[in-house]
């Protein structure tokens, strides 16, 4: 097991996730995010916020980026 973090970026404002998750690979956090992002989305579309700009943005412990899931990539269309 792994510790990722799930930080949010919207636009040049970064908020860190200082808690973390452990999560058997890469994938599997990859899909957490997603996970969580379409939930965040469907709060914020409840509250008539805009979305575009916002992504999870996972880091391994060692703050390396392994992977940025904006939210819009969540929505089907």
């Known amino acids: 097991m792994a510790r990722y973090y799930f930080h949010i970026r919207e ?3 970064l ?3 200082n808690e973390g998750a452990d999560f058997a690979c890469h994938e599997d956090a990859q899909q957490e995010a997603m996970s ?8 914020a579309v ?6 575009d ?3 999870f943005e996972i880091t391994e412990e060692d703050g390396t980026i ?3 899931v904006p939210f819009v990539s969540v929505i089907r269309f």
């Open 53 to 55: 700009g916002r992504a």
């Open 36 to 43: 969580s992002a379409r939930e965040m989305v469907a709060e």
């Open 46 to 51: 409840l509250r008539d916020e805009i979305i």
């Open 15 to 17: 908020e860190r996730d």
């Open 11 to 13: 636009g040049g404002v």
């Open 66 to 68: 392994i992977a940025t």
